[in-house]
C-alpha cells in the first residue's frame, strides 16, 4: 500500500459513498486509475468492505461501557465467541493478554439496559467474573489508515 492507496482509503473512510471522480481529483488521478486501485485494495483484502457508520445517540444508544471478562479455566476464544454473540449489546469482543481474558465494548439505551446486558454476561458458562466502566465521554474515535 503505497500513499496514493492511503489517500484513496482516507477518502473512502470519510464517504464511502463518493465517487471515483471526486477520490481522483483530490488524489490527482483519473477516476479509472482510482477505480483500478481500489479494486485491487479490495482483492488483496487491505479493503474488506463497505458499509454505513451509525451514530450511536441517534440511535438511542445513549450508554457506552467497557466490560473486562474474567474466564473459567482456559475456554476456546472461538466457544466465547460464540457465547457473547447472543448478548445483542455487545459490539465489539477482543481477547487480552493481562489479568483479564476479554474486554468488551457494550451500548445500550439507558443504564438499565446496559445493566442487564451485563448480567447476561456474566451467566455464560465461561465467565468467573466482570468489571466494567461507562464512557462518560469519546475524545478519539478514528479508523487507522
Same mark, same amino acid.
Given at each position: 500500500m503505497d500513499e496514493l $492507496?492511503? @489517500?484513496? *482509503?482516507?477518502?473512502l473512510l470519510q464517504d464511502a459513498r463518493t465517487t471515483y471522480g471526486r477520490i481522483g481529483a483530490a488524489v490527482a488521478l483519473s477516476a479509472p486509475a482510482v477505480k483500478r486501485r481500489v479494486d485491487r485494495l479490495l482483492r488483496s483484502g487491505a479493503i474488506r468492505g463497505f458499509t454505513a457508520v451509525l451514530d450511536p445517540a441517534v440511535l438511542d444508544w445513549d450508554v457506552e461501557a467497557y466490560v473486562w471478562v474474567y474466564c473459567e479455566g482456559a475456554p476456546d476464544? +472461538? $466457544? #466465547?465467541? @460464540?457465547?457473547?454473540?447472543? *448478548?445483542? +449489546? #455487545? *459490539?465489539?469482543?477482543?481477547?487480552?493478554?493481562?489479568?483479564? $481474558? #476479554? #474486554? &468488551?465494548? &457494550?451500548q445500550a439505551r439507558d443504564t438499565t439496559e446496559l445493566e442487564r446486558a451485563v448480567r447476561r454476561v456474566r451467566a455464560l458458562p465461561t465467565v468467573a467474573r466482570t468489571e466494567s466502566a461507562v464512557v462518560l465521554s469519546r475524545l478519539i474515535d478514528r479508523p487507522r489508515v
Open positions: $492507496d492511503r @489517500a484513496i *482509503v482516507q477518502r476464544p +472461538e $466457544d #466465547v465467541r @460464540a457465547q457473547l454473540a447472543a *448478548v445483542p +449489546e #455487545v *459490539v465489539q469482543a477482543t481477547t487480552i493478554s493481562g489479568t483479564a $481474558d #476479554v #474486554v &468488551l465494548r &457494550l
